[in-house]
Nanobody, 123 residues
Framework: QVQLVESGGGLVQPGGSLRLSCAAS????????MGWYRQAPGKQRELVAA???????NYADSVKGRFTISRDNAKNTVYLQMNSLKPEDTAVYYC?????????????????WGQGTQVTVSS
């Protein structure tokens, strides 16, 4: 019932920048952590960055200092600013959200994935 809509992927040359966006919509009471994952051909899906509702962040070692995750709680949107891109960053990037439905004794926890957006870093 919850949908994550991603945008911002594309082709960029090494050293360039891209900003990914992911907006959540549907029947949501609140969103806890949100994050970005990526999967390259022949590799496992890996966590790139995550952010809590309080603003705490976590990054994969391979992207520290280059990528920045942020969120706009009012818009139920998470962003990934990617700078100094490298060819090894090429992958399908997926948005993920931990969701809370209802409140109190009726609360239900679920999660949701976006469809993925292709990021290609090549000259």
């Amino acid at each position: 019932q919850v949908q994550l809509v991603e945008s911002g992927g594309g082709l960029v040359q090494p050293g360039g920048s891209l900003r990914l966006s992911c907006a959540a919509s549907g029947s949501i009471f609140s969103i806890n952590a949100m994050g970005w994952y990526r999967q390259a051909p022949g590799k496992q899906r890996e966590l790139v960055a995550a952010v809590t509702t309080g603003g705490s962040t976590n990054y994969a070692d391979s992207v520290k200092g280059r990528f920045t995750i942020s969120r706009d709680n009012a818009k139920n949107t998470v962003y990934l600013q990617m700078n100094s891109l490298k060819p090894e960053d090429t992958a399908v990037y997926y948005c993920h959200a931990d969701l809370v439905h209802g409140v109190g004794l009726k609360v239900t926890f679920t999660d949701s994935w976006g469809q993925g957006t292709q990021v290609t870093v090549s000259s």
